[in-house]
């Protein structure tokens, strides 16, 4: 943990010291539902350690099951038409909760660009 996890508000979710809909957990993961769903399934795999972006991170083994642990919670979200899986970076990329985290969405088509 660094000094940036004190305020976080994933770190806090991931804690349970902020209440979410949590869909899947395990030691190393928690899966939530995003505050402000932009799809009919709109869900959020978390690290429970606190790494601000995919650009600090060096564990390759945890970005590995970060992926596979977002198949297995689409899965179980029925997503069996396809989804989307994003993880925003920086401010160019739109990150706004500086947690690593990556979006599931579902539940319709997502275009190709998106904008
Ligand atoms: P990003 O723009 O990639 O950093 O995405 C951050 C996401 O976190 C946004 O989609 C927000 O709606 C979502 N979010 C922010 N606060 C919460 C919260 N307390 N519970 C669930 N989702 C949240
Ligand atoms: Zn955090």
Redesign the pocket.
């Known amino acids: 943990?660094n000094d940036?996890?004190n305020n976080?508000?994933?770190?806090?979710i991931?804690k349970k010291e902020l209440q979410t809909q949590i869909v899947f957990e395990n030691e190393e993961f928690i899966a939530f539902n995003d505050i402000k769903p932009v799809s009919p399934v709109h869900t959020l795999v978390?690290p429970k350690?606190?790494?601000?972006n995919l650009l600090e991170v060096n564990d390759v083994p945890m970005l590995g099951k970060l992926f596979l642990t977002a198949c297995d919670v689409a899965k179980k979200q029925g997503l069996d038409e396809g989804f989307r899986t994003v993880i925003n970076t920086g401010d160019n990329g739109g990150q706004t909760?500086?947690?690593?985290h990556l979006h599931i969405l579902g539940g319709r088509f997502h275009k190709w660009p998106p904008g």
Request: contains cysteine; glycine residues 0%; hydrophobic residues 40%.
């Open positions: 943990m940036d996890s976080c508000i994933f770190c806090k991931a978390i350690k606190h790494y601000k909760v500086h947690h690593l």
